[in-house]
């Protein structure tokens, strides 16, 4: 009688071993080129999609106009000739009442002050354009 008690089990263990095992292969074969496969694609796809840098003063200007936006600041952050917080205005969006619109010159000469960078996004993953943008420090713009 204890034979056919631990044959039955041995006989389990086996298959369930076996099963896991298996699964184990077939699951991690899966995953892993899923996801570099993701990341390629992603990367060899949507190169107008992806987030770009610059710090070329056309470059910023062509792209915001072009989206309809304007060089701002934040109201209650600029005095005595500093513009203060940069920002860029659409119209239609919440910073009406936050933001001020300011020259250009004002606007490029801050940036470069502060050493800043454009962060922007042409379209989005639709097709769409798009209106993503950052203003970020040059230093963290480089480790992109």
């Known amino acids: 009688m204890g034979k056919k008690k631990s044959a039955p089990r041995k006989r389990a263990s086996s298959k369930t071993t076996a099963r896991k095992t298996s699964t184990r292969k077939t699951t ?3 995953s892993a080129p899923s996801k570099s496969t993701a990341r390629k694609t992603t990367a060899g796809k949507s190169q107008s999609r992806e987030a770009k840098v610059t710090t070329d003063h056309n470059e910023i200007r062509r792209w915001v ?3 309809g936006g304007k060089p ?3 109201k ?3 005095k005595d000739g500093d513009p203060g917080l940069l920002r860029i205005d659409f119209p239609g969006y919440s910073g009406a009442n936050a933001l001020e619109s300011i020259p250009w010159d004002d606007f490029f000469k801050k940036f470069d002050e502060k050493k800043l960078a454009f962060l922007y996004q042409e379209s989005l993953k639709s097709g769409q354009e798009s209106r993503f943008h950052k203003l970020v420090s040059r230093s963290t713009a480089k480790k992109r």
């Open 28 to 30: 991690s074969r899966k």
């Open 72 to 74: 701002a600041t934040v």
């Open 76 to 78: 209650t952050t600029h």
């Open 65 to 67: 106009e072009s989206r």
